[in-house]
Nanobody, 113 residues
Framework: QEQLVESGGGLVQPGGSLRLSCEASGFIFSIYGMSWYRQAPGKEREFVARIGSRGVIINYADSVKGRFTISRDNRKNTVYLQMNNLKPEDTGMYYC??????WGQGTQVTVSS
């Protein structure tokens, strides 16, 4: 059974950092691309970043370029999202998803002073 479990969210002040993790199980993690999305209250879910199966092809939303870094460790079946210089507008529920179509349950990120 495919499963994605996110962790690492929390409350952080503007300018702070967080690292999100998403651990996968139940499928061959190393052959699928992985993505992060987020959803702010009252808004639609939006794309944040994607990483190819081997970690070579990486894409970011313009709003996070230069601040967020996506990476993966295929030995640990885990994808990460390092978030630096966080802004209040980064607040939302962060979800990871695989190219198999599976979604995690999300982890909340709140950026506030």
């Amino acid at each position: 059974q495919e499963q994605l479990v996110e962790s690492g969210g929390g409350l952080v002040q503007p300018g702070g950092s967080l690292r999100l993790s998403c651990e996968a199980s139940g499928f061959i993690f190393s052959i699928y691309g992985m993505s992060w999305y987020r959803q702010a209250p009252g808004k639609e879910r939006e794309f944040v970043a994607r990483i190819g199966s081997r970690g070579v092809i990486i894409n970011y939303a313009d709003s996070v370029k230069g601040r967020f870094t996506i990476s993966r460790d295929n030995r640990k079946n885990t994808v990460y999202l390092q978030m630096n210089n966080l802004k209040p507008e980064d607040t939302g529920m962060y979800y990871c998803t695989s190219d198999t179509g599976k979604w995690g349950q999300g982890t909340q990120v709140t950026v506030s002073s």
